[in-house]
């Protein structure tokens, strides 16, 4: 299912990310786009609170590639920002973690466009709409993904 949602504040971007958090079963891969400072972070600290996981935790792992958390399921959380494309003969540090987990991956713009066709994936683009409002776009072939 495909669905867009409109955020006029970090809070409200924060919020759709909860909401679409508690609709995850633990092992969809969450693979979240958008340009510096679109609210990458803050959706993922809201799919955090909606997997049971304190806000306060959750940082942007930029500097250490992936961070983990513990919850309703445990979240795999991925920047691959300072990483940008992988070269194809490099294994890929994503792979490992799939199906251990919730896998919540920013930038993934960088990624092999296979990885939006995993079936457990759940893409959501993050766009400036200007006046500081963002779109929030999600698709996913997955059942109980459905519009927060």
Known sequence: MDFTLLSSLPEETQAIGERLGRQLRGDEVVLVSGELGAGKTVFVKGLAAGLDIPVAEVVSPSFVLMNLYAGRHDLYHFDLYRLGALPGDLENPLDECIGRGVLAVEWAQ???????????????????????????????????????
């Open 110 to 148: 960088y990624l092999d466009a296979s990885y939006f066709a995993l079936p457990q994936a759940v893409a959501v683009a993050i766009e400036e709409e200007g006046d500081g409002r963002r779109r929030v776009t999600v698709r996913s072939a997955l059942a109980h993904v459905k519009p927060v």
